[in-house]
């Protein structure tokens, strides 16, 4: 093998399998409801498929941008993060929020923002299949 090839291999193939993992393939989509202590919230349940080892071939649920604070904007700028109060109204979290403000020189793709307590979460499926 060409040195280089396998010193990329060694080097970057188990964060490419990461990336992987976290990417897959996104086979189907359906939404899935679940309950917070602070409201409900709706994901969607994919059907997962991974050919690296481990294999993985199961449905998985992924909530995306779960707000677990209030904004750390305005009066609470710079202060101890102020718990999320409840909401009403089921949150749609399929799509990625911002994220917290990060180095110039470190070249973030994402959008940024103050706003930016937020979880996104990759769980086994909820449901009983
Ligand atoms: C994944 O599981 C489904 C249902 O159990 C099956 O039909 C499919 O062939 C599996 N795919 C792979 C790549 O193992
Ligand atoms: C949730 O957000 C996604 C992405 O913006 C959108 O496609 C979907 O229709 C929304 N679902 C509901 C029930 O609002």
Same mark, same amino acid.
């Given at each position: 093998m060409d040195p280089s090839l396998r010193l990329l291999s060694t080097t970057?193939? !188990?964060?490419? =399998?990461?990336?992987? #993992?976290? @990417?897959? =393939?996104q086979v189907t989509a359906e939404e899935c409801t679940v309950s917070t202590? &602070?409201?409900n919230v709706r994901g969607e349940t994919i059907w997962f498929t991974y050919d690296g080892s481990p294999s993985i071939n199961q449905t998985i649920d992924v909530f995306k941008g779960i707000p677990y604070a209030e904004?750390?904007?305005? !009066? =609470?700028? @710079?202060?101890? !993060?102020v718990p999320k109060a409840p909401w009403e109204t089921t949150l749609n979290t399929t799509t990625f929020r911002s994220i917290c403000? &990060?180095?110039?020189? @470190?070249?973030?793709?994402?959008? &940024?923002s103050e706003d930016? #307590? @937020? #979880?996104n979460i990759w769980s086994p499926s909820v449901k009983v299949t």
């Open positions: 970057w193939f !188990p964060i490419i =399998n990461a990336i992987a #993992l976290i @990417f897959g =393939n202590s &602070q409201g904004p750390p904007v305005g !009066p =609470n700028r @710079f202060r101890k !993060p403000w &990060q180095f110039p020189e @470190f070249d973030i793709i994402p959008p &940024q930016c #307590l @937020f #979880l």
